[in-house]
Protein backbone atom coordinates (compact mmCIF):
# COMPACT_ATOMS: atom_id res chain seq x y z
CA UNK A 1 0.00 0.00 0.00
CA UNK A 2 2.68 2.62 0.83
CA UNK A 3 4.49 1.86 -2.27
CA UNK A 4 1.68 2.05 -3.92
CA UNK A 5 1.08 5.38 -2.90
CA UNK A 6 4.44 6.65 -3.35
CA UNK A 7 4.97 5.47 -7.21
CA UNK A 8 1.31 7.32 -6.96
CA UNK A 9 3.34 10.66 -6.09
CA UNK A 10 5.96 10.50 -7.95
CA UNK A 11 3.29 9.62 -11.04
CA UNK A 12 2.03 13.47 -10.34
CA UNK A 13 5.15 14.49 -9.32
CA UNK A 14 6.53 13.78 -12.63
CA UNK A 15 3.39 14.75 -15.06
CA UNK A 16 3.38 18.06 -12.66
CA UNK A 17 6.91 18.67 -13.92
CA UNK A 18 6.84 18.69 -17.38
CA UNK A 19 3.45 20.91 -17.57
CA UNK A 20 5.63 23.38 -15.50
CA UNK A 21 8.76 23.23 -17.82
CA UNK A 22 6.05 23.39 -20.79
CA UNK A 23 4.35 26.32 -19.58
CA UNK A 24 8.23 28.72 -18.49
CA UNK A 25 9.45 27.03 -22.19
CA UNK A 26 8.12 29.97 -24.16
CA UNK A 27 9.34 32.99 -21.72
CA UNK A 28 12.69 30.98 -21.67
CA UNK A 29 12.63 31.10 -25.48
CA UNK A 30 11.71 35.08 -25.41
CA UNK A 31 14.41 35.92 -22.84
CA UNK A 32 16.85 33.97 -24.71
CA UNK A 33 15.86 35.65 -28.09
CA UNK A 34 15.78 39.14 -26.55
CA UNK A 35 19.65 38.69 -26.51
CA UNK A 36 20.03 37.59 -29.75
CA UNK A 37 20.93 40.31 -32.64
CA UNK A 38 18.01 40.05 -35.39
CA UNK A 39 19.08 37.95 -37.74
CA UNK A 40 19.54 35.07 -35.51
CA UNK A 41 15.84 35.34 -33.77
CA UNK A 42 14.24 34.12 -37.14
CA UNK A 43 16.59 31.15 -38.14
CA UNK A 44 17.23 27.79 -36.74
CA UNK A 45 19.32 29.26 -34.10
CA UNK A 46 15.77 30.40 -32.54
CA UNK A 47 15.76 28.09 -30.40
CA UNK A 48 19.38 27.79 -29.09
CA UNK A 49 21.13 29.81 -26.47
CA UNK A 50 23.00 33.13 -27.63
CA UNK A 51 26.87 32.60 -29.24
CA UNK A 52 29.30 35.29 -29.06
CA UNK A 53 28.02 35.72 -33.22
CA UNK A 54 24.91 36.38 -31.86
CA UNK A 55 24.54 37.89 -28.71
CA UNK A 56 23.49 41.26 -29.04
CA UNK A 57 23.67 42.22 -25.41
CA UNK A 58 21.32 45.06 -24.15
CA UNK A 59 20.73 46.77 -27.74
CA UNK A 60 17.42 45.08 -27.82
CA UNK A 61 16.35 46.24 -24.74
CA UNK A 62 17.87 49.78 -25.23
CA UNK A 63 15.62 49.56 -28.82
CA UNK A 64 12.68 49.00 -26.79
CA UNK A 65 12.97 51.52 -24.61
CA UNK A 66 14.07 54.52 -26.60
CA UNK A 67 11.59 53.64 -29.30
CA UNK A 68 7.80 53.15 -29.73
CA UNK A 69 7.20 55.18 -27.09
CA UNK A 70 7.41 52.30 -24.32
CA UNK A 71 8.07 55.16 -21.19
CA UNK A 72 4.63 56.13 -21.97
CA UNK A 73 2.80 52.94 -22.93
CA UNK A 74 3.89 51.09 -19.23
CA UNK A 75 2.97 54.68 -17.46
CA UNK A 76 -0.74 54.13 -19.33
CA UNK A 77 -0.53 50.67 -18.32
CA UNK A 78 0.37 50.84 -14.94
CA UNK A 79 -2.23 53.92 -14.26
CA UNK A 80 -5.29 51.68 -15.84
CA UNK A 81 -4.35 48.68 -13.75
CA UNK A 82 -3.68 50.19 -10.28
CA UNK A 83 -6.73 52.10 -10.84
CA UNK A 84 -8.79 49.76 -11.92
CA UNK A 85 -7.34 47.15 -9.54
CA UNK A 86 -7.88 49.50 -6.23
CA UNK A 87 -11.72 50.13 -7.60
CA UNK A 88 -12.40 46.44 -7.84
CA UNK A 89 -11.29 45.86 -4.34
CA UNK A 90 -12.85 48.54 -2.65
CA UNK A 91 -16.32 49.13 -4.67
CA UNK A 92 -16.27 44.75 -4.71
CA UNK A 93 -15.55 43.94 -1.21
CA UNK A 94 -18.16 46.33 0.10
CA UNK A 95 -20.65 45.06 -2.39
CA UNK A 96 -19.73 41.25 -1.14
CA UNK A 97 -20.19 42.49 2.49
CA UNK A 98 -23.66 44.25 1.52
CA UNK A 99 -24.74 41.11 -0.21
CA UNK A 100 -24.22 38.32 2.49
CA UNK A 101 -24.76 40.56 5.61
CA UNK A 102 -28.09 41.90 4.26
CA UNK A 103 -29.99 38.63 3.19
CA UNK A 104 -32.96 40.53 0.77
CA UNK A 105 -34.47 39.32 -2.59
CA UNK A 106 -32.75 42.69 -4.01
CA UNK A 107 -29.29 41.05 -2.35
CA UNK A 108 -29.68 37.64 -3.68
CA UNK A 109 -30.73 39.20 -7.24
CA UNK A 110 -27.59 41.57 -7.35
CA UNK A 111 -25.40 38.32 -6.10
CA UNK A 112 -26.32 36.07 -9.16
CA UNK A 113 -26.02 39.14 -11.94
CA UNK A 114 -22.60 38.95 -10.57
CA UNK A 115 -21.83 35.50 -11.03
CA UNK A 116 -23.87 35.33 -13.98
CA UNK A 117 -21.57 38.13 -15.60
CA UNK A 118 -18.85 36.06 -15.56
CA UNK A 119 -20.36 33.21 -18.23
CA UNK A 120 -21.20 36.11 -20.86
CA UNK A 121 -18.58 36.39 -23.50
CA UNK A 122 -16.69 39.81 -24.01
CA UNK A 123 -17.46 39.28 -28.04
CA UNK A 124 -20.97 39.61 -27.26
CA UNK A 125 -21.26 43.46 -25.69
CA UNK A 126 -17.88 44.83 -27.37
CA UNK A 127 -19.21 46.67 -30.04
CA UNK A 128 -21.94 48.13 -27.62
CA UNK A 129 -19.44 48.79 -24.88
CA UNK A 130 -17.54 50.31 -27.66
CA UNK A 131 -19.79 52.95 -28.34
CA UNK A 132 -21.35 53.77 -25.07
CA UNK A 133 -17.75 54.13 -24.07
CA UNK A 134 -17.33 56.92 -25.94
CA UNK A 135 -20.72 58.67 -25.70
CA UNK A 136 -19.97 58.80 -22.14
CA UNK A 137 -16.70 59.46 -21.98
CA UNK A 138 -14.73 56.01 -20.78
CA UNK A 139 -11.70 56.34 -23.39
CA UNK A 140 -9.64 57.53 -21.68
CA UNK A 141 -6.24 55.74 -18.96
CA UNK A 142 -7.93 57.88 -16.63
CA UNK A 143 -11.21 56.31 -16.30
CA UNK A 144 -11.31 53.11 -18.23
CA UNK A 145 -11.18 51.76 -15.28
CA UNK A 146 -14.70 51.96 -14.41
CA UNK A 147 -15.30 49.65 -17.30
CA UNK A 148 -12.99 47.36 -15.87
CA UNK A 149 -14.90 47.26 -12.89
CA UNK A 150 -17.88 45.75 -14.39
CA UNK A 151 -16.31 43.38 -16.28
CA UNK A 152 -13.92 42.22 -13.01
CA UNK A 153 -16.99 42.52 -10.32
CA UNK A 154 -18.19 38.99 -10.93
CA UNK A 155 -15.18 36.95 -10.02
CA UNK A 156 -14.34 39.70 -7.12
CA UNK A 157 -17.55 39.59 -5.87
CA UNK A 158 -17.86 35.80 -5.74
CA UNK A 159 -14.16 35.77 -4.12
CA UNK A 160 -15.01 38.49 -1.78
CA UNK A 161 -18.49 36.93 -0.50
CA UNK A 162 -17.60 33.56 0.20
CA UNK A 163 -15.28 34.77 2.39
CA UNK A 164 -17.29 37.29 4.56
CA UNK A 165 -19.50 33.92 5.51
CA UNK A 166 -16.30 33.09 7.22
CA UNK A 167 -16.36 36.18 9.41
CA UNK A 168 -18.07 35.90 12.79
CA UNK A 169 -21.00 37.99 12.70
CA UNK A 170 -20.52 38.74 16.28
CA UNK A 171 -17.59 41.14 15.37
CA UNK A 172 -19.51 43.31 13.63
CA UNK A 173 -22.02 43.47 16.17
CA UNK A 174 -19.44 43.76 19.26
CA UNK A 175 -18.05 47.05 16.91
CA UNK A 176 -21.94 48.55 16.27
CA UNK A 177 -22.55 48.12 20.20
CA UNK A 178 -19.31 50.33 20.50
CA UNK A 179 -20.92 53.34 18.41
CA UNK A 180 -19.48 52.40 15.08
CA UNK A 181 -22.12 52.73 11.78
CA UNK A 182 -21.96 50.29 9.18
CA UNK A 183 -19.11 52.51 7.39
CA UNK A 184 -16.65 52.69 10.58
CA UNK A 185 -17.53 48.87 10.74
CA UNK A 186 -16.30 47.97 7.24
CA UNK A 187 -13.50 49.98 7.42
CA UNK A 188 -12.19 49.52 11.00
CA UNK A 189 -13.35 45.63 11.47
CA UNK A 190 -14.15 43.89 8.42
CA UNK A 191 -11.55 45.51 6.06
CA UNK A 192 -8.41 44.33 7.48
CA UNK A 193 -9.60 40.65 7.96
CA UNK A 194 -10.33 40.77 4.09
CA UNK A 195 -6.45 40.91 3.67
CA UNK A 196 -6.14 37.49 1.94
CA UNK A 197 -8.77 37.44 -0.51
CA UNK A 198 -7.66 41.38 -0.98
CA UNK A 199 -4.20 40.09 -2.36
CA UNK A 200 -5.45 37.30 -4.29
CA UNK A 201 -8.39 39.19 -5.77
CA UNK A 202 -5.68 41.98 -6.71
CA UNK A 203 -3.11 39.56 -8.53
CA UNK A 204 -5.92 38.02 -10.69
CA UNK A 205 -6.88 41.20 -11.51
CA UNK A 206 -3.54 42.74 -11.88
CA UNK A 207 -2.75 40.17 -14.01
CA UNK A 208 -6.30 40.48 -16.11
CA UNK A 209 -5.77 43.89 -16.80
CA UNK A 210 -1.95 44.28 -17.28
CA UNK A 211 -2.06 41.84 -20.18
CA UNK A 212 -5.65 42.64 -21.81
CA UNK A 213 -5.04 43.81 -25.15
CA UNK A 214 -8.75 43.57 -26.38
CA UNK A 215 -10.81 46.31 -24.16
CA UNK A 216 -8.47 49.11 -24.74
CA UNK A 217 -7.97 48.35 -28.23
CA UNK A 218 -11.98 48.48 -28.64
CA UNK A 219 -12.04 51.56 -26.39
CA UNK A 220 -8.73 53.79 -26.15
CA UNK A 221 -8.15 56.29 -29.18
CA UNK A 222 -4.96 54.03 -30.40
CA UNK A 223 -3.13 56.98 -31.90
CA UNK A 224 -3.18 58.78 -28.91
CA UNK A 225 -3.04 55.90 -26.06
CA UNK A 226 -1.25 52.56 -26.25
CA UNK A 227 -0.79 49.90 -23.29
CA UNK A 228 1.99 47.78 -23.15
CA UNK A 229 0.30 44.88 -25.12
CA UNK A 230 -1.12 47.23 -27.62
CA UNK A 231 2.41 48.48 -28.08
CA UNK A 232 3.89 45.02 -28.96
CA UNK A 233 2.70 45.32 -32.33
CA UNK A 234 3.83 48.28 -33.45
CA UNK A 235 7.39 46.82 -33.23
CA UNK A 236 7.31 46.67 -37.18
CA UNK A 237 10.03 48.25 -39.91
CA UNK A 238 9.04 49.21 -43.26
CA UNK A 239 7.47 46.90 -45.28
CA UNK A 240 5.76 45.19 -42.47
CA UNK A 241 9.30 43.55 -41.65
CA UNK A 242 9.09 42.54 -37.53
CA UNK A 243 11.85 44.09 -35.90
CA UNK A 244 11.76 40.78 -33.29
CA UNK A 245 14.82 41.30 -31.31
CA UNK A 246 13.32 44.85 -29.78
CA UNK A 247 9.65 43.29 -29.58
CA UNK A 248 11.46 40.41 -27.44
CA UNK A 249 13.21 42.74 -25.05
CA UNK A 250 9.02 44.48 -25.11
CA UNK A 251 7.52 41.04 -24.36
CA UNK A 252 9.72 40.28 -21.18
CA UNK A 253 9.56 44.07 -19.98
CA UNK A 254 6.19 43.83 -19.93
CA UNK A 255 5.82 39.81 -18.08
CA UNK A 256 8.51 40.81 -15.77
CA UNK A 257 6.30 43.27 -13.64
CA UNK A 258 3.34 40.47 -13.22
CA UNK A 259 6.06 37.74 -12.64
CA UNK A 260 7.52 39.46 -9.94
CA UNK A 261 4.06 40.87 -8.51
CA UNK A 262 3.26 36.98 -8.02
CA UNK A 263 5.97 35.67 -6.81
CA UNK A 264 5.90 38.17 -4.12
CA UNK A 265 2.31 37.18 -3.10
CA UNK A 266 1.36 33.91 -4.25
CA UNK A 267 1.57 32.67 -1.14
CA UNK A 268 -1.76 34.60 -0.33
CA UNK A 269 -3.61 33.31 -3.71
CA UNK A 270 -4.28 29.85 -1.93
CA UNK A 271 -4.63 31.34 1.48
CA UNK A 272 -7.42 33.85 0.18
CA UNK A 273 -9.39 31.38 -1.82
CA UNK A 274 -9.34 28.31 0.40
CA UNK A 275 -10.12 31.29 3.55
CA UNK A 276 -13.39 31.50 1.61
CA UNK A 277 -13.83 28.08 0.59
CA UNK A 278 -16.09 26.77 3.49
CA UNK A 279 -17.87 28.97 6.06
CA UNK A 280 -15.59 28.86 8.93
Not at 64 to 83: D, N
Amino acid sequence: MVKAKKGFNLFWTVLLSVASVLYVYPILMILLNSFKKETSISTSTAFLPPTADTFAGAANYVNAISSKGFLQSFWYSTLITVTSVALILLCCSMCAWYITRVNSLMSKAMYYLCVFSMVVPFQMVMFTLSQTADSLGLNKPSNIAIIYLGFGAGLAVFMFCGFVKSIPLEIEEAAMIDGCNPIQTYFRIVFPIFKPTMISVAILEAMWVWNDYLLPTLVLDIKKYRTIPMLIQYFRGSYGRVEMGPMMACIMLTVLPIIILYLACQKYIIEGVVAGAVKG
